[in-house]
């Protein structure tokens, strides 16, 4: 399966700031022609002029977020119509930040996730344990229900990202072992749930994804790509990881 890689730029870069960083991805991606998919995930108010940087290339667009509902009476949100307007094929659902600083809950993300889907956007599911949950061997549980229940309903047109909470803007990074363990774990659940589909699954790995270590972890067997926060908002260690894949 080729290689996912997703940048999620969260809430960084201006609309200038985020037309030359797209700028400078397609143009070395032009280059180096990685043999990864590209998505790159900007702010809102930078949908557009990454839009139109891309536009043509073989790199595509994702959100951060959406609500789910088609319109109406929700102040400060947006819908997938909106965001397919930009050409956004992807969506990132259930980020450990939304979980923690906006009390989003696995059901609320499921509703998320079934409307993406039956709205055209390939949702990419993030779930991931805090240091105090692996800690407490809690890993597994918190894995297994975020992502069953995340998943409830839903088709196999869906990319799962694992990204524990204590590597995400930390530096630490899971070893390629450790987090290898929680793919196939992963892959398994979504075995049970979609059968032979489950194979075409990319799950991604995510926190402190780095030109350094994306190597070792892309050559584990069920990490299928990567989510990349920090390192995304440099051209040259986003095309660093890509390459690597
Ligand atoms: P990071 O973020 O690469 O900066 O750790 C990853 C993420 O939160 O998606």
Known sequence: MKK??????????SFDEAKILSEQIVALNNAIKPNADLVLCPTFTSLQSVSQAIVDTPVSLGAQNLYPHQAGAFTGEITASMLKDFGAKYVILGHSERRQFLHESDEFINEKVIFAQSNGLMPILCVGETLADREADKTYDVIKQQLLIGINNASPEIVIAYEPVWAIGTGKTATPEIAQEVHAFIRDLLVHQFES?????????????????????????????????????????????????
């Open 4 to 13: 996912l890689i997703v940048g999620n730029w969260k809430m960084n870069k």
């Open 197 to 245: 589909n489950a194979q075409n699954i990319h799950i991604l790995y995510g926190g402190s994804m780095k030109p350094g270590n994306a190597r070792d972890l892309l050559l584990q067997k069920d990490i299928n790509g990567g989510l990349i926060g920090g390192a995304s908002l440099v051209a040259e260690d986003f095309l660093a990881i890509a390459r690597a894949a």
